[in-house]
């Protein structure tokens, strides 16, 4: 009898290691879909978890708590309780840990790259499809009781990157890409004339022309003993978008990582030549770019539309020392290409998505708040603190956010810069895109950059950037990022290896080994009993 009763808990103990042992070999799971409510229940309260990110931008703090306080006289039944982040990461982190737990946020903004690792848990967050095309609750839906985008008003670019395995499982919240801040002065002082697009070799040849110093050790360009011509904000999407202007391999949809090819070599011997000159560095190695080129200690300075509120003489937004600011115009161009007549330049920006619960009511909740943050009053408002552009049509076209763009320059809530930014993402939409989303994407974007930020800090350690570097730093970063533990999404074929199991899966196989191993050792002393019985 004892044997049958540990025979059975071992079997159970073995089946449950097997479940969670091939769901972490198959990465991210399909949520169940959503079966949305014939109707809101108004009588029952529900506390709506919204984690967000703000930096020190209080503005953007104040619109958040503006679009709570509106929503929550909309529907006196939710309260919405906002938990702000100083950054994505620990957002990400905070969301992960709170699986395990069942205390996931109800709405959270964030990156579908994170989305589909929280994918990996069971039915975590909800797919959008069903909501989003719903009559009633849906967008536009005709039970909303606020004005709304409907789906035909969502800029289609931005809806789409939502989508994970063509299933929506975030709905934009603010739009951005990258843009080129460069000091127009310091280029024509050294005798060049800015091109209508900027490529990489007119970026390294200025770089290098910025480098000459005089008699006395100072740059002639800027007279000042500092000079770092080209830094680069986010060395992930500078890698990302270098190989997608050139259709070079990255990652596929299916989870395959290409990234690891000649190419990315290439790109990184350009890095490492200019790095050994001194004309290029990087956020990580050496600071803020807008720092140095409010300076004037940097003639192009990469990053993101969102941080425009910070680029320039007069930005709104300063972290240096106003006796060291040196006056200067700002151009703002998009990145440099490699094709200029094909310009491609990354969409990145924070999206919502909503995480399931027992309650559908609850869920709905949720949804509709998230819907919320969609109407004209928030998109307009938090677009205007930085170089964000709102994400539906409803709102672009609208006529205060016409009149908003028409006044640039007119004073510093019209900073001419940051309305720049943002019209190079309006103009340009259609020639920006997304990288695949996938478990184990996340990883991907930081080894993207880690490439670049290793080449970078080894050569100005005086190493030496041949292919046995190359080769060992490809190596080191697979390793280091478990890039070899991401297992493509068709690869149940057989073609290709599965590679190392993660230490989850290792320990729940010595798990079962262990069980096994006990129901052995009960079965041999069971037959050991016995025989002394018989003698």
């Keep these: 009898m004892m044997f049958r009763k540990m025979h059975a808990a071992a079997m159970a103990v073995m089946l449950l290691s097997l479940t969670l042992l091939l769901g972490g070999c198959h990465g991210a799971r399909v949520s169940s879909a959503f079966g949305v409510p014939s109707n809101f229940d108004t009588s029952k309260k529900h506390a709506v978890t919204f984690w967000a990110k703000n930096d020190t931008n209080k503005n953007q703090t104040k619109i958040y708590e503006q679009a709570i306080a509106d929503f929550e006289?909309?529907?006196?039944?939710?309260?919405?309780?906002?938990?702000?982040?100083?950054?994505?990461?620990?957002?990400?982190?905070?969301?992960?840990?709170?699986?395990?737990t069942n205390t996931t946020p109800d709405v959270c903004i964030t990156y579908p790259d994170h989305i589909a690792t929280y994918m990996t848990g069971d039915n975590v967050v909800v797919p959008l499809d069903e909501l989003i095309s719903d009559s009633r609750f849906g967008l536009g839906g005709s039970e909303l009781q606020f004005d709304g985008p409907t789906k035909e008003e969502m800029i289609p670019e931005?809806?789409?990157?939502?989508?994970?395995?063509?299933?929506?499982?975030?709905?934009?919240?603010?739009?951005?890409?990258?843009?080129?801040?460069?000091?127009?002065?310091?280029?024509?002082?050294l005798g060049f004339e800015l091109p209508e697009t900027l490529t990489w070799d007119f970026i390294w040849e200025v770089s290098e022309a910025a480098l000459e110093k005089d008699k006395d050790g100072l740059y002639k360009v800027n007279g000042q003993k500092v000079m770092l011509p080209f830094i680069y904000k986010s060395t992930d999407n500078m890698m990302i978008q270098s190989l997608q202007q050139l259709g070079a391999g990255y990652a596929t949809e299916n989870s395959e990582i290409e990234?690891?090819?000649?190419?990315?070599?290439?790109?990184?011997?350009?890095?490492?030549?200019?790095?050994?000159?001194?004309?290029f560095s990087t956020f990580k190695i050496s600071g803020y770019p807008a720092n140095f080129l409010n300076a004037g200690q940097c003639i192009f300075a990469v990053d993101s539309t969102a941080g425009s509120t910070w680029m320039g003489s007069d930005a709104p937004l300063i972290d240096i020392a106003e006796s060291a600011l040196v006056d200067f115009e700002t151009e703002v161009m998009m990145i440099p290409q490699y094709d200029p007549e094909h310009p491609q330049m990354i969409s990145q920006g924070p999206s919502v998505c909503v995480f399931n619960k027992e309650d559908p009511q609850q869920v709905l909740a949720s949804w509709l708040f998230t819907q919320y943050l969609l109407t004209n009053e928030v998109q307009i408002a938090y677009a205007q603190t930085e170089g964000y552009a709102p994400v539906t049509a409803k709102a672009q076209q609208?006529?205060?956010?016409?009149?908003?763009?028409?006044?640039?320059?007119?004073?510093?809530?019209?900073?001419?810069?940051?309305?720049?930014?943002?019209?190079?993402?309006?103009?340009?939409?259609?020639?920006?895109?997304?990288?695949?989303?996938?478990?184990?994407?996340?990883?991907?974007r930081v080894a993207a950059g880690q490439l670049i930020e290793s080449v970078t800090k080894s050569v100005r350690r005086k190493a030496t950037a041949d292919d046995a570097f190359f080769e060992n730093l490809?190596?080191?970063?697979?390793?280091?990022?478990?890039?070899?533990?991401?297992?493509?999404?068709?690869?149940?074929?057989?073609?290709?290896?599965?590679?190392?199991?993660?230490?989850?899966?290792?320990?729940?196989?010595?798990?079962?080994?262990?069980?096994?191993?006990?129901?052995?050792?009960?079965?041999?002393?069971?037959?050991?009993?016995?025989?002394?019985?018989?003698?």
């Design 398 to 444: 609208s006529e205060e956010y016409q009149d908003y763009l028409a006044r640039s320059g007119e004073d510093s809530d019209h900073y001419k810069v940051k309305i720049d930014a943002t019209k190079l993402l309006l103009d340009h939409t259609a020639d920006t895109f997304t990288t695949p989303v996938f478990n184990g994407s996340a990883s991907l």
């Design 158 to 189: 931005f809806l789409e990157e939502g989508k994970i395995g063509g299933v929506s499982y975030a709905v934009p919240f603010m739009r951005s890409t990258e843009a080129c801040y460069v000091n127009k002065d310091y280029v024509e002082k």
């Design 259 to 279: 990234i690891f090819n000649e190419q990315t070599k290439e790109i990184l011997k350009e890095v490492a030549a200019h790095t050994k000159t001194g004309a």
């Design 474 to 535: 490809f190596s080191e970063v697979t390793s280091l990022y478990h890039l070899d533990q991401i297992v493509p999404a068709d690869s149940t074929d057989g073609k290709k290896p599965l590679g190392p199991l993660p230490t989850a899966s290792k320990l729940l196989l010595g798990t079962l080994l262990a069980v096994w191993i006990g129901i052995i050792c009960v079965f041999l002393a069971g037959k050991v009993r016995g025989s002394e019985k018989k003698s």
């Design 73 to 100: 006289k909309l529907y006196p039944n939710i309260t919405v309780n906002l938990r702000l982040y100083t950054d994505y990461i620990k957002i990400y982190n905070d969301v992960i840990t709170n699986i395990a």
